[in-house]
């Protein structure tokens, strides 16, 4: 159950989706990445990805134009 | 496991403070206050002025509230197989077809000319490659003309470059258009579809097309990611 954390302050959309794509092929099932983003854009492509592919999602916004998202690996 | 993290009980270890969120009301008020002045100092030169600041405040305010973003409508298929922004944009092309057609349509019924025949733009390999450009650019970019106005009003400090060198590029393209013009794409048709099917039948065409793409966007998602919600 470790928790991982992914910095992809002021990375352009489609950038973080596709650091978390390739972050969430190394998690083991259980563990958790905090994506850090402030790129609106990526607020909705990566909680969408990951939701479609079955994974527990929460987003939180730290700041304003920053939010955090939580992914839970499930499978 | 099984049960899901909270991201508070998880959170505090390695997670910076989170600071307090300052109330944006007095900016918005403010804001709002300068729009209206903007507006009232508009109106003294031109009376259509004050529609068109309406209009793109309204344009700009849904594009940032929605996400909407046609790079992403393009992107996505291609990336993760997603093409709920694709068919958004398929509905909102649809909408802008009865628009246009509406405004087209009343001019020549009304034996008046028809606005917006200038944009009617030849076809032609220049036209092919030039997209092409544009696609790649605005991938590495983060976002099309609009989508990069957006995110500069957002704050986005690597779009402001982006939108330094997207006026560069505008103006350039402006700039030399004409040549190309006169030059290579001389011989090139423009096809404006009533022309070639009256009015009703490009509609019927358009509609069609965007129909076949529509469903061709559900297909792939269903067949990229499982599931077409």
């Not at chain 1, 990951?50 to 839970?72: L, M, T």
């Not at chain 2, 093409?83 to 628009?99: D, F, K, M, N, P």
């Not at chain 2, 099309?144 to 009003?153: E, N």
């Amino acid at each position: 159950m470790a928790e991982f954390t992914l910095d992809c302050l002021g990375e352009a959309c489609p950038v973080p989706l596709m650091k978390t794509e390739k972050k969430m092929a190394d998690l083991k099932v259980g563990d958790v990445l905090v994506v850090s983003i402030d790129h609106s854009c990526a607020m909705k492509n990566v909680p969408e990805w990951a939701r479609k592919q079955g994974h527990n999602v929460e987003i939180e916004e730290i700041a304003d134009g920053e939010w955090e998202v939580v992914i839970e690996k499930t499978k | 496991m099984g049960q899901i993290h909270r991201p508070e009980s998880s959170g505090g270890r390695n997670r910076a403070p989170r600071k307090p969120k300052k109330s944006q009301l007095p900016i918005a008020l403010l804001v709002t206050i300068l729009v209206v002045g903007f507006g009232f100092y508009l109106n003294q030169y031109n009376d259509k002025m004050v529609v068109y600041l309406l209009f793109g405040l309204s344009f700009g305010v849904i594009l940032q509230r929605s996400r909407f973003c046609f790079t992403a409508s393009l992107r996505d298929p291609c990336i993760t197989g997603s093409t709920s922004v694709t068919r958004a944009v398929l509905i909102a092309c649809s909408l802008a077809t009865i628009g246009f057609t509406a405004i087209k349509y009343s001019a020549f019924a009304g034996g008046n000319p028809i606005p917006g025949m200038d944009n009617v733009g030849q076809i032609s390999f220049a036209l092919v490659i030039g997209a092409v450009l544009f696609g790649i650019g605005m991938v590495i970019a983060g976002g099309c003309a609009s989508g990069t106005l957006m995110r500069v009003g957002e704050g986005f400090t690597m779009q402001m470059l982006s939108l330094v060198f997207f006026v560069i590029g505008s103006l350039w393209g402006a700039h030399d258009m004409g040549w190309w013009r006169t030059n290579v794409i001389k011989e090139s048709p423009s096809v404006f579809l009533p022309d070639v099917f009256g009015w009703l039948g490009a509609l019927l065409v358009q509609f069609l097309i965007i129909l076949l793409l529509y469903m061709a966007a559900v297909k792939w998602q269903e067949k990229k990611m499982g599931s077409a919600e």
